[in-house]
């Protein structure tokens, strides 16, 4: 059974920091592009960034390039999401996904929900 | 405001047919494939279409997926009470270099 498990989720003041991770089990983890989609409460769903299988390729929504990023550790059957600068616009709940090729995803986590605030 | 443009809502009877439409540009629906997905109150997503018309093993028939030009549509027939979600059209933008998402429609089973 393909499990995607977040942690990292929390209350932060704005202009702060806060590090996702994303344990993933039951599959061949580094045969696959990861991604993080977010949704504000109330709101549709919002992708994030995405990495490739050996991590050599990423990519983000311009509202977090510079501030947020993402990467893998293919030992650790891991995903993170670094979160720097951080807004009240940020506020949502992360999920980690898995791809089913670079688009489309297959698989979500139960999501971690960010609260910014002071 | 979504890049890709979807009806916030849609509504029919138990039994019907619904269509939902997803449209954008030349730079993701009109050169990309489209994909598709449902998600049920306090739950995460789920895919019922990839490239534009390919069903995930366990999706039913009665869901269907197809793209014209830079406009994508959701069917839906035998509709459900199970069927009430949101549902998402998503696709690459080449131009953006980022996936996108529409910005969902509450599909309503009177």
């Known amino acids: 059974e393909v499990q995607l498990v977040e942690s990292g989720g929390g209350l932060v003041q704005p202009g702060g920091s806060l590090r996702l991770s994303c344990a993933v089990s039951g599959l061949t983890f580094s045969r696959f592009w990861m991604s993080w989609v977010r949704q504000a409460p109330g709101k549709g769903l919002e992708w994030v960034a995405n990495?490739?299988?050996?991590?050599?390729?990423?990519y983000y929504v311009d509202s977090v390039k510079g501030r947020f990023t993402i990467s893998r550790d293919n030992a650790k059957e891991s995903v993170y999401l670094q979160m720097n600068s951080l807004r009240v616009d940020d506020t949502a709940v992360y999920y980690c996904?898995?791809?089913?090729?670079?688009?489309?995803?297959?698989?979500w986590g139960q999501g971690a929900l960010v609260i910014v605030s002071s | 405001q979504s890049v890709l443009t979807q009806p916030p809502s849609v509504s029919a009877a138990p039994g019907q047919k619904v269509t939902i439409s997803c449209s954008g540009s030349?730079?993701?629906?009109?050169?990309?494939?489209v994909s598709w997905y449902q998600q049920l109150p306090g739950t995460a997503p789920k895919v019922l279409i990839y490239?534009?018309?390919k069903r995930p093993s366990g999706i039913p028939e009665r869901i269907s997926g197809s793209k014209s030009g830079t406009s994508a549509t959701l069917g839906i027939t035998g509709l459900q009470t199970g069927d009430e979600a949101d549902y998402y059209c998503?696709?690459?933008?080449?131009?953006?270099?980022?996936?996108?998402f529409g910005g969902g429609t509450k599909l309503t089973v009177l």
């Open positions: 030349s730079s993701n629906i009109g050169n990309n494939f």
């Open positions: 996904a898995k791809g089913a090729g670079m688009v489309v995803i297959d698989y």
């Open positions: 998503g696709a690459w933008d080449s131009s953006l270099r980022a996936v996108l």
């Open positions: 490239e534009n018309n």
């Open positions: 990495i490739k299988e050996d991590g050599s390729e990423k």
